[in-house]
């Protein structure tokens, strides 16, 4: 059997493009060849990716938006094996959180394999599906809950997303520092040290090296879901 080439396997990773064969891996490689970001690099262009799909071989990159008063409010962070569509940027910024490789499949690519696979189409609907949950559950945490409570939310969601879960612990890799995790959840870097100290006193999480670590799931929880 002939050794699969990493493109194709990356590309295997990526969960829109599960029903796609081998050989339709190979072909779409060929069609989309790699873009290479250095981390903090912006790589959405409006008048470039009007439609088309971002493939996230490699690494983190994050969407977010400027609120009026221009502070970055982070609406959703995406690692690799994962697809974003470029309609759904559209007034929104991206950018590489570490150094990454991405891919993207032209609005023709696009259709042009849902016409030889239409499950794929059914993965893309998903995906649409599951961004904007995402999107409308981290806006309104930020009218409906405080500070802790929004991290707490956040800190679930990345578990659920990039946790580690094995030996009885529960281990978000990230690394996030304040700031970023500020970002996501529409607060300044001071307020999330606050809530921290919350969540450490709740003995829900302990924090080492930008790490996290859910020692109290129940608390967590607990927290996550008050309001105001």
Avoid: N, W
Wanted: with cysteine; glycine share 6%; hydrophobic share 45%.
């Amino acid at each position: 059997m002939a050794r699969e080439r990493p493109q194709t396997k990356l590309l295997s990773l990526v969960d829109v493009l599960e029903p796609l064969s081998e050989e339709e891996l190979e072909e779409l490689a060929a069609r989309c060849p790699d873009i290479r970001l250095e981390k903090g690099q912006e790589f959405y262009r409006p008048h470039e990716h009007d439609a088309g799909l971002f493939l996230i071989k490699e690494g983190r990159v994050l969407v977010y938006e400027l609120t009026s008063s221009g502070e970055q409010l982070t609406l959703v962070v995406l690692g690799a094996g994962t697809a974003l569509t470029a309609r759904r940027l559209q007034g929104m910024h991206a950018r590489a959180l570490e150094p990454s490789v991405l891919a993207f499949m032209r609005r023709e690519d696009l259709m042009y394999f849902l016409r030889r696979k239409p499950e794929m189409g059914l993965h893309l609907m998903d995906l649409l599906a599951d961004r904007l949950r995402l999107m409308d559950a981290r806006m309104s945490d930020v009218i409906h809950k405080e500070v802790p409570a929004r991290l707490a939310s956040l800190i679930l969601q990345l578990l659920s997303e990039e946790g580690v879960v094995g030996l009885g612990e529960r281990v978000i890799l990230g690394p996030y520092t304040h700031e970023q995790l500020g970002t996501m959840i529409g607060a300044k870097r001071v307020a999330v040290a606050r809530a921290f100290r919350r969540l450490r006193e709740a003995r829900a999480v302990e924090v080492e090296h930008y790490r996290i670590r859910v020692t109290d799931l129940e608390a967590l929880e607990r927290i996550a879901h008050e309001v105001r």
